[in-house]
């Protein structure tokens, strides 16, 4: 699979090149050169975490709340962050909440989150382990040089909080542990400030959060020897409140912290999040095509930040990149190799493949792709749109399809609107109403034809012999 990077790569690479990007330095804080991290903590100890990693193997670790049934591309920042700790021969550790999830963590929200129940908890859980295992497969499968490095990588832990919750006496758990807590440094954090401040205030449940998460960070440190947990900078309060029950209940093991920047875009918004809509990493939620084609869609003003925290390209060869990419903008070179970087990790090698298809079937003419696609591939792709069952009838028209597929509410309607060039089937210009349908130019191979009305209106036709 990797060759398959290779090959993405080919005009970029320089003969020396080819080496740097099996791996990623041990000393993690050289990421830094990527923008990849906001700050550390505590804000002296660079020399000790350089040291550390340096000299032995490190365990890492970051947490992952079952909010959703699916992570989305806010999450992706730090997911890429576990595997350059993987890549740098460290052991990646991922939590996933399913204690802190019924709780929900105040950081960065102006309002409490709605509670979940157990049973979708449970539900989200699944779901997020298999999209953090299946995202560390590709990783290895299409990224990583096996042939360049012998070393094998540190398989990913993953690890729930309920497993260690779950026969803790509360009253045990805040006689114990709840002394070693300052409410004054408690109630200073910038997530609790915020909310005691807002309208609707901030309840009990939340203001605990940051006490199970730094229980999180004593439970790893004492059972996975975890002496580094990273997260996005909204996750520094937490990290300072588990550095301080770790300095007062274990006084003779250091720990730090490791935050990565909360990405936005032009407008100020989340990464991913603008407008409410979360492009997912559920392939069910957002399709491949749709995922390539959020970051085929990054202005040029972002591109380069981008390159260097979503992908494993060496920096010499993002800044080639770059240059080449000022030579002809309208080529998005740039913008491509972003787009088929984080589907082949996300997605691998066939959900990359998928992308490419119906963007050439979408953008490039070629009706081709669309054929290659599975049913299944395709309502995934135009997610929303209608799907119709029509009997395959020798004769039938341009305008009695359209009809039959409910496009167009009355034929006064179809008739105008075809004629003026508004319907597309396969994506091709129809104009005529009495086109007659016809086997291998409407009807693809794989039994399916996509109609559209205008430009977002889509419509699936399973054909029925």
Same mark, same amino acid.
């Given at each position: 699979?990797?060759?398959?990077?290779? !090959?993405?790569?080919?005009?970029?690479? $320089? @003969?020396?090149?080819? $080496?740097? !990007? @099996?791996?990623?330095?041990?000393?993690?804080?050289?990421?830094?050169?990527?923008?990849?991290?906001?700050?550390?903590?505590?804000?002296?100890?660079?020399?000790?975490?350089?040291?550390?990693?340096? $000299? $032995?193997?490190?365990? /890492?670790?970051?947490?992952?709340?079952?909010?959703?049934?699916?992570?989305?591309?806010?999450?992706?920042?730090? =997911?890429?962050?576990?595997?350059?700790?993987?890549?740098?021969?460290?052991?990646?550790?991922?939590?996933?909440?399913?204690?802190?999830?019924?709780?929900?963590?105040?950081?960065? !929200?102006?309002?409490?989150?709605?509670?979940?129940?157990?049973?979708?908890? *449970?539900?989200?859980?699944?779901? /997020?382990?298999?999209?953090?295992?299946?995202?560390?497969?590709?990783?290895?499968?299409?990224? &990583?040089?096996?042939?360049?490095?012998?070393?094998?990588?540190?398989?990913?832990?993953?690890?729930?909080?309920?497993? &260690?919750?779950?026969?803790?006496?509360? =009253?045990?758990?805040? +006689?114990?542990?709840?002394?070693?807590?300052?409410?004054?440094?408690?109630?200073?954090?910038?997530?609790?400030?915020?909310?005691?401040?807002? *309208?609707?205030?901030?309840?009990?449940?939340?203001?605990?959060?940051?006490?199970?998460?730094?229980?999180? &960070?004593?439970?790893?440190? %004492?059972?996975?020897?975890?002496?580094?947990?990273?997260?996005?900078?909204?996750?520094?309060?937490?990290?300072?409140?588990?550095?301080?029950?770790?300095?007062?209940?274990?006084?003779?093991?250091?720990?730090?912290?490791?935050?990565?920047?909360?990405?936005?875009?032009?407008?100020?918004?989340?990464?991913?999040?603008?407008?409410?809509?979360?492009? &997912?990493?559920?392939?069910?939620?957002? @399709?491949?095509?749709?995922?390539?084609?959020?970051?085929?869609?990054?202005?040029?003003?972002?591109?380069?930040?981008?390159?260097?925290?979503?992908?494993?390209?060496?920096?010499? *060869?993002?800044?080639?990149?770059?240059?080449?990419? +000022?030579?002809?903008?309208?080529?998005?070179?740039?913008?491509?190799?972003?787009?088929?970087?984080?589907?082949?990790?996300?997605?691998?090698?066939?959900?990359?493949?998928?992308?490419?298809?119906?963007?050439?079937?979408?953008?490039?003419?070629?009706?081709?792709?669309?054929?290659?696609?599975?049913?299944?591939? /395709?309502?995934?792709?135009?997610?929303?749109?209608?799907?119709?069952?029509?009997?395959?009838?020798?004769?039938?028209?341009?305008?009695?399809?359209?009809?039959?597929?409910?496009?167009?509410?009355? *034929?006064?309607?179809?008739? %105008?609107?075809?004629?003026?060039?508004?319907?597309?089937?396969?994506?091709?210009?129809?104009?005529?109403? +009495?086109?007659?349908?016809?086997?291998?130019?409407?009807?693809?191979?794989?039994?399916?034809?996509?109609?559209?009305?205008?430009?977002?209106?889509?419509?699936?036709?399973?054909?029925?012999?």
């Amino acid at each position: 699979m990797f060759a398959l990077r290779v !090959r993405l790569l080919r005009p970029l690479q $320089s @003969s020396g090149a080819y $080496s740097m !990007r @099996s791996f990623t330095h041990k000393n993690l804080l050289e990421l830094s050169d990527r923008g990849f991290f906001q700050s550390i903590f505590p804000d002296t100890a660079a020399p000790k975490m350089k040291s550390l990693f340096k $000299s $032995s193997q490190q365990s /890492i670790y970051a947490g992952f709340d079952p909010t959703a049934d699916s992570l989305h591309v806010g999450n992706l920042l730090v =997911i890429m962050g576990l595997l350059h700790c993987q890549r740098a021969g460290h052991k990646p550790i991922a939590l996933v909440g399913g204690a802190t999830g019924l709780i929900g963590d105040p950081s960065g !929200r102006k309002t409490e989150r709605n509670q979940l129940g157990e049973s979708v908890i *449970e539900k989200n859980l699944q779901a /997020i382990e298999r999209q953090l295992l299946k995202v560390f497969k590709n990783h290895e499968d299409c990224l &990583w040089d096996t042939k360049k490095i012998s070393s094998k990588l540190e398989p990913l832990t993953i690890v729930n909080n309920a497993d &260690w919750y779950a026969n803790l006496s509360l =009253i045990d758990f805040v +006689a114990n542990m709840g002394r070693h807590f300052r409410m004054g440094s408690m109630l200073s954090r910038s997530s609790v400030q915020s909310r005691l401040e807002s *309208e609707d205030g901030m309840s009990f449940t939340e203001f605990t959060y940051q006490i199970f998460q730094a229980y999180d &960070w004593l439970h790893l440190l %004492r059972k996975h020897n975890c002496c580094f947990q990273m997260g996005g900078s909204d996750q520094m309060g937490n990290l300072m409140t588990g550095h301080e029950l770790i300095s007062r209940v274990e006084r003779h093991r250091e720990v730090f912290g490791m935050t990565l920047p909360i990405v936005t875009n032009e407008e100020g918004d989340k990464f991913g999040k603008s407008a409410g809509n979360a492009v &997912w990493l559920d392939e069910n939620k957002t @399709s491949p095509f749709a995922l390539y084609q959020f970051f085929m869609r990054m202005p040029d003003s972002e591109v380069e930040k981008l390159l260097k925290l979503f992908t494993f390209i060496p920096l010499p *060869e993002v800044e080639q990149l770059m240059q080449e990419h +000022a030579k002809e903008p309208e080529k998005r070179k740039a913008q491509t190799l972003l787009a088929e970087d984080v589907t082949l990790l996300v997605h691998g090698e066939h959900g990359l493949k998928q992308a490419e298809r119906v963007t050439n079937a979408l953008y490039k003419g070629n009706v081709d792709g669309l054929a290659e696609l599975s049913l299944a591939e /395709i309502k995934q792709t135009f997610q929303g749109a209608t799907i119709v069952d029509i009997l395959n009838e020798p004769g039938m028209s341009t305008l009695q399809l359209a009809m039959k597929a409910r496009c167009f509410p009355t *034929e006064t309607d179809a008739v %105008r609107i075809i004629n003026a060039g508004g319907f597309y089937v396969n994506q091709k210009r129809v104009q005529n109403i +009495a086109e007659v349908i016809t086997t291998g130019i409407h009807i693809l191979r794989n039994g399916v034809s996509l109609l559209r009305v205008g430009k977002r209106n889509f419509y699936i036709v399973r054909w029925q012999q």
